[in-house]
Antibody
Framework: EVQLVQSGAEVKKPGESLKISCKGS????????IGWVRQMPGKGLEWMGI????????RYSPSFQGQVTISADKSISTAYLQWSSLKASDTAMYYC???????????????????WGQGTLVTVSS | DIQMTQSPSTLSASVGDRVTITCRAS??????LAWYQQKPGKAPKLLIY???SLESGVPSRFSGSGSGTEFTLTISSLQPDDFATYYC????????FGQGTKVEIK
């Protein structure tokens, strides 16, 4: 059974750093792209970026480029999302998600999300 | 960037109703579109991919259609379990989600 299990809820202060995780199991972790999706309170879904754990190829949404860092440790089948300096506006639920790649187009994966993590709630407040 | 616009934002319906949600892309995305269902406090769930392909295990009352820039999600007979928020997502060029359509009880 494919599972993506995320780390627990976090409460942080503005300016603090944070790294949340997403552990994959039940499939070949290095063969599927993993993405991160933000959902601010009461709002919709926003794609942040994706990583291919096999070679750590990473792509960011222009809206999140430079704001977060996505990484992966294939030895422990875990992907990460990190911030160096949190802001109150980073308060949100963050989901990791597995991309079901249908095809590659000029090196960019194309496919829907077939599995989601349970979400990690990040609260940033002074 | 490709923008995705869903309509309506909220839809009030009764059990047994036929429900249609529309998603428009700012440029052609061929059939590279997915639909997701999200219930409060839960992660989204894939319903439809490639505009009209039903994900395994999803009830057949859900269907998708369209290509190019205009797409629809139809629920043929709304069930109590279907009251949720629905999102379209293009994956022709990276990813973009629509803003969501909340289906609520009339």
């Amino acid at each position: 059974e494919v599972q993506l299990v995320q780390s627990g809820a976090e409460v942080k202060k503005p300016g603090e750093s944070l790294k949340i995780s997403c552990k994959g199991s039940g499939y070949s972790f290095t063969s599927y792209w993993i993405g991160w999706v933000r959902q601010m309170p009461g709002k919709g879904l926003e794609w942040m970026g994706i990583i291919y754990p096999g070679d750590s190829d990473t792509r960011y949404s222009p809206s999140f480029q430079g704001q977060v860092t996505i990484s992966a440790d294939k030895s422990i089948s875990t992907a990460y999302l990190q911030w160096s300096s949190l802001k109150a506006s980073d308060t949100a639920m963050y989901y990791c998600a597995r991309l079901s790649v249908i095809t590659m187009v000029q090196g960019v994966p194309r496919g829907p999300i077939d599995y989601w993590g349970q979400g990690t709630l990040v609260t940033v407040s002074s | 960037d490709i923008q995705m616009t869903q309509s309506p934002s909220t839809l009030s319906a009764s059990v047994g109703d036929r429900v249609t949600i529309t998603c428009r892309a700012s440029q052609s995305i061929s059939s590279w579109l997915a639909w997701y269902q999200q219930k409060p406090g839960k992660a989204p769930k894939l319903l439809i991919y490639k505009a009209s392909s039903l994900e395994s295990g999803v009830p057949s009352r859900f269907s998708g259609s369209g290509s190019g820039t205009e797409f629809t999600l139809t629920i043929s007979s709304l069930q109590p379990d279907d009251f949720a928020t629905y999102y379209c997502q293009q994956y022709n060029s990276l990813w973009t989600f629509g803003q969501g359509t909340k289906v609520e009880i009339k």
